[in-house]
Nanobody, 121 residues
Framework: QVQLVESGGGVVQPGGSLRLSCVASGFTFNTHHMSWVRQAPGKGPEWVSSISAASSYSYYSDSVQGRFTISRDNALNTLYLQMNNLQPEDTALYHC??????????????WGRGTQVTVSS
C-alpha cells in the first residue's frame, strides 16, 4: 500500500524559506518519478515540480522556477522541496505525489495528505 507522509510546512514571512519532506513507503521508490502539487483554498490543484527516478531530470512550474528546488534521497525513500523567497501566493496545502508530471494532478489516489504552507506578514 502506497504511503506518502509530508512534513515541514509552517507559517513564514514573505521572503522566507521552508523545506518540505515526504517519506514514501509501500512501493519501490527509486524506480518512480515523483512530484509535488499544491492546492490553495478555493482553487484547483496546481502542479509545482517533478523529478525523475534517478534525479537526472527535474521540472518546475513557471510560478516557482528559480525559487524552488526539488530533490530526492533514494536511500532514505524521501522526496524534498526546498522553497526560497516564499510569497503569499505560495500559500497552499502541498502534496507529495507518486506520479510523473503529466499524471500528478489526476492521480489523486497517489497523493499524500499534505503539509500546509502559509506565507504571511
Amino acid at each position: 500500500q502506497v504511503q506518502l507522509v509530508e512534513s515541514g510546512g509552517g507559517v513564514v514571512q514573505p521572503g522566507g524559506s521552508l523545506r518540505l519532506s515526504c517519506v514514501a513507503s509501500g512501493f519501490t521508490f527509486n524506480t518512480h518519478h515523483m512530484s509535488w502539487v499544491r492546492q490553495a483554498p478555493g482553487k484547483g490543484p496546481e502542479w509545482v515540480s517533478s523529478i525523475s527516478a534517478a534525479s537526472s531530470y527535474s521540472y518546475y512550474s513557471d510560478s516557482v522556477q528559480g525559487r524552488f528546488t526539488i530533490s530526492r534521497d533514494n536511500a532514505l525513500n524521501t522526496l524534498y522541496l526546498q522553497m526560497n523567497n516564499l510569497q503569499p501566493e505560495d500559500t497552499a496545502l502541498y502534496h507529495c505525489v507518486k506520479a510523473p508530471r503529466d499524471d500528478a494532478i489526476t492521480l489523486r489516489r497517489f497523493w499524500g495528505r499534505g503539509t500546509q504552507v502559509t506565507v504571511s506578514s
